[in-house]
């Protein structure tokens, strides 16, 4: 920068440095680390070929797709590794649990090792599938304590995408191995852990300073360039996906759009860029008007940097006990224990259960519902892909949705999660009767509603029971969706689908690739669905009620300061050191 007071200079270690140390290259960071994450949700691209190359019947699939959503769903150990540890720490288990989950899956396809019995297929699915919540917890809670007057935008933003993943590496593997389902097992291995060593110094949680009333406009814009720029990600997907149905590409042709895909997600890193460049630069000419009197607001939990947090129980085991049921005002941060044995989470465990496995049932049985509704496997791959963009929708526009609604309107974030789980009653009612060519309007409501819940549950949690314990409370809130899946795709649908398809082969058990076939194989298994889904939404009319009054206040005004103290010394400080850094 030139010593006259002009614009700071971009090309420079300091400015580069000051880029990378910022809060919104942990946006951009952790955006790329969750779209490498979502590949749980590639699951139905490979499970013909684990019922063709190891045999199994569809219970026995359905088996490993439940230990594969306890995997994805069941992140408690993730975030008490992140209350005690720095967050490069739980990036690093979970690369190292992906690689080693999915290459030993990678070698049974392959027949590099002997062919391993169920319960060890499901121990290496279910360590793989775990990796994504030490990813989901690194990242999501430091972008949610870095800004968590935006959570709502933050969590939709970053959820989405890992709603884009599984569409994302339907087309990386078919550009680096060609149309080869064991291959892709293998980029599901070591893809992403080669993306969370890559950023695992850049994602931390970073001192906040709040920000001022009037601010929210300047401070939201790069949270839409980013909205923009994945929109635009979803769209060039969704063109991928239909013009692929109808032409035969070459792999030199899938190798371009592979190379304009990775470009689209990499175009926030020019965002953070101009971002801190207009800061600086901003910054730089407050510095040359007189200084304003500083008034130092006190640190909140929230601004506290990237360390472990405080013993999770204050006092004695007895302290805990008697505490436990006397919970604080909702908004305030609970303890672990008080926030379990609250209704508020009760509810929230039931709405996972009934409303979340529901909609993982039908995700991950969309292959075999396409094969037994006789649609061609290029259709299926298509309900696949459509899935994952709608998933994408689904995160983001409840995000974005719901955090305008709630701070405009005062719309209780729990009552769009109850219209998510009555409408995702009208895709299971769809499969359930087998309409003709409905499959494609199923996937898309499906794959939208799954996708919306999550993080409307993840605010919710966040909200009514405040950040300092957050790393540990949204992993138990998703960690009761398992449950649900394992009753409903295991026992319910896995079981139901075997029957039918016995009668149907006269009565024999079948496995590998005898299949059932029409609309019997799985509609009473969604009736059955439907009903659960539709009490779980009467369910989460309760917690509406509970928190109607706390939504009607301003729930992000602790994370402000009133114009009065505009001159924030923390804030003012730190900006200055940075500057003088970035000017060399």
């Known amino acids: ?247 035969q590409f070459s792999h030199a042709a899938y190798v371009v759009c592979s190379t304009a895909l990775l470009i689209i997600l990499f175009l926030p890193f020019g965002v953070v860029i101009r971002t801190e460049y207009n800061a600086t630069n901003r910054l730089q000419k407050s510095l040359q008007l007189p200084p304003a009197i500083a008034v130092e607001q006190p640190a909140s939990t929230s601004e506290k940097a990237d360390e472990p947090s405080p013993p999770l129980c204050g006092g004695s085991c007895f302290g805990c006990i008697t505490n436990m049921f006397k919970p604080p005002a909702l908004g305030e941060d609970y303890s672990i224990m008080q926030a379990l044995v609250s209704v508020e989470m009760l509810v929230l465990f039931v709405i996972s259960v009934f409303g979340i496995g529901g909609t993982l049932t039908a995700i991950d049985n969309m292959a075999q519902i396409g094969q037994s509704l006789g649609y061609p496997a290029k259709s299926i791959n298509t309900f696949v892909s459509l899935i994952s963009i709608w998933n994408y929708a689904g995160r983001v526009g409840a995000g974005y949705i719901s955090e305008i609604l709630l701070t405009r309107y005062h719309v209780p974030r729990p009552l769009v999660l109850t219209a998510m789980l009555l409408l995702s009653c009208v895709g299971h009612l769809l499969i359930a009767f087998g309409v003709p060519q409905s499959l494609y309007a199923a996937s898309v409501i499906i794959g939208f509603c799954f996708g919306a819940q999550w993080p409307l549950l993840f605010a919710i949690i966040s909200e009514v029971f405040g950040l300092k314990y957050y790393s540990t409370l949204f992993n138990f809130g998703s960690a009761a969706s398992p449950l649900g899946a394992y009753v409903l795709n295991v026992r319910v649908a896995g079981r139901m689908y075997d029957a039918e398809a016995a009668r149907q082969h006269g009565g024999v058990a079948v496995a590998g690739d005898k299949v059932c076939k029409g609309v019997a194989c799985f509609k009473h298994a969604f009736l059955i669905i439907t009903a659960v889904t539709f009490a779980g939404a009467l369910v989460s009319l309760v917690l509406v009620w509970r928190t109607r009054g706390f939504y009607k206040e301003d729930i992000y005004a602790k994370f402000k300061v009133a114009p009065a103290t505009a001159g924030n010394g923390i804030k003012e400080e730190q900006e200055e050191k940075n500057v003088k850094e970035t000017r060399g």
Not at 49 to 77: A, C, I, P, W
Not at 118 to 126: E, G, H, N, R
Not at 154 to 160: D, E, Q, S, T
């Open 1 to 247: 920068m030139d010593g006259g007071g002009g614009k700071v200079a971009m090309f420079t270690p300091a400015f580069a440095a000051r880029v990378v140390r910022g809060r919104w290259f942990v946006v951009f960071a952790s955006m790329v680390v969750m779209a490498a994450s979502g590949s749980t949700y590639s699951f139905a691209l490979y499970s013909k070929e684990l019922r063709h190359t190891l045999g199994y019947n569809q219970q026995t699939l359905n088996t490993l797709s439940f230990f594969k959503d306890l995997g994805t769903n069941v992140g408690v150990v993730s975030g008490l590794v992140q209350q005690v540890a720095p967050t490069w720490a739980v990036l690093l288990i979970g690369a190292g649990m992906n690689l080693a989950g999915y290459l030993m899956i990678y070698l049974a396809l392959t027949a590099r090792t002997a062919a391993p019995p169920v319960w060890l297929m499901c121990v290496y699915i279910c360590v793989g599938a775990n990796a994504l919540t030490f990813s989901n917890t690194g990242a999501l809670v430091s972008c949610v304590k870095n800004f968590p007057e935006s959570r709502g935008i933050v969590i939709g933003l970053l959820k989405g995408f890992v709603g884009l993943s599984s569409a994302i590496y339907a087309q990386l593997y078919l550009a680096i191995y060609g149309d080869d389902a064991k291959s892709l097992v293998l980029l599901i291995a070591w893809l992403p852990a080669a993306v969370y060593i890559f950023f695992v110094h850049t994602i931390r949680v970073l001192p906040y300073a709040r920000r001022r009333d009037g601010e929210d406009t300047d401070h939201d814009q790069p949270f839409f360039c980013f909205l923009y720029i994945s929109i635009a990600l979803a769209s060039y997907l969704l063109v991928m996906i239909i013009v692929q149905k109808q032409v």
